[in-house]
């Protein structure tokens, strides 16, 4: 089973840095910024399945805006993401889910994705505000860490589990 999965979110958020860890193991403290998107693909085996995962990174800059729906049009699950340090971004997150669920498809699976929850000092956006929202858009929740690995793989296990049972 191959499926589409697109990241969204503002800029800074750790959209790549979640996939690199995902795909590569990897993390970079100065990542550079996207510049349009990046793909990305991985092969899960998960409860005797294989899954390939297509994932669109797409870039966070406002200039790039406009050619988000070319990636989340034909995706089947979307990643909206924000970091817990920036209630900005947290504000941005939820345009990101008004606009998916006007412009996306109707059967997308979204998930809301809290990043950077090593920054716990820092923290602007509460995690029963990010959990609440997502309840109430019929969203999957999770707090990540792209810098320690914290629930990223389960994040991209959850999806895939969850896309072999629908
Ligand atoms: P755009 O490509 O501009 O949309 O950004 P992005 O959302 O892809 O963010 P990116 O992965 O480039 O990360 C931005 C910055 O945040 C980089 O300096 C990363 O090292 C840092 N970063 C990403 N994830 C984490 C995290 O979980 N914790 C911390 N402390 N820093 C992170």
């Known amino acids: 089973m191959c499926f589409i999965q697109v990241l969204l ?13 995902f795909v590569k193991g990897q993390f970079y403290d100065f990542q550079e ?9 991985q092969v899960l ?26 990636y989340y ?13 920036s209630v900005d971004t947290f504000v941005r997150a939820k345009k990101w889910v008004q606009e998916l669920q006007r412009q996306g ?4 699976v979204m998930v809301l994705v809290a990043n950077k929850i090593d920054l716990e000092t820092k923290r602007e956006v509460d995690v029963e505000e990010g959990a609440r929202y997502a309840q109430d ?13 914290h629930n990223v793989n389960e994040l991209f296990y959850e999806i895939g589990d969850f896309m072999l049972q629908i």
């Open 73 to 85: 049009r034909g995706a089947a699950a979307a990643v909206v993401v924000y970091d817990i340090s």
């Open 45 to 70: 085996s998960i409860n005797e399945a294989t899954v390939k995962f297509d994932i669109w990174d797409t870039a966070g800059q406002e200039r790039y805006h406009s050619l988000a729906p070319m």
């Open 9 to 21: 979110g503002d800029m800074g958020t750790g959209k790549t840095s979640l996939v690199l860890r």
């Open 105 to 108: 498809n109707p059967n997308l």
């Open 137 to 149: 858009n019929g969203m999957f929740f999770i707090e990540t860490s792209a810098k320690t690995a």
């Open 33 to 41: 910024s996207t510049i349009g998107a990046a793909f990305f693909s």
